[in-house]
């Protein structure tokens, strides 16, 4: 009844593309409509915050964030609870 997600698609399974290093399909953790694979989290858990590679993982979950704010498929709409 109630499309939370709004991501559905007609063609079936999605498979799902990690945000970071853009891999598809494989295990990792779904956030919201976003994906990380394992291998990126397992990145992000163990990268400190005066690596370099920080500020990359950063300014990927910051488009991130600005994508579910921006995106009306993803804003709460009537079906929200
Ligand atoms: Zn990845």
């Known amino acids: 009844m109630c499309d939370m997600e709004g991501q559905q698609s007609s063609q079936?399974?999605?498979v799902p593309v990690c945000m970071i290093c853009e891999q598809v399909g494989g295990e990792g953790i779904h956030i919201l409509s976003q994906f990380?694979?394992?291998?990126c989290?397992?990145?992000i858990v163990n990268t400190g915050v005066d690596d370099?590679?920080?500020d990359y993982?950063?300014?990927r979950m910051r488009?991130?964030?600005r994508d579910i704010a921006?995106?009306?498929d993803t804003a709460?709409?009537?079906?929200y609870l």
């Open 63 to 65: 488009a991130l964030w």
């Open 70 to 72: 921006s995106d009306p």
């Open 76 to 79: 709460p709409g009537p079906c």
């Open 57 to 59: 993982f950063v300014e």
């Open 41 to 43: 989290e397992r990145e």
């Open 12 to 14: 079936g399974t999605p």
């Open 36 to 39: 990380i694979c394992l291998e």
């Open 52 to 54: 370099d590679l920080y």
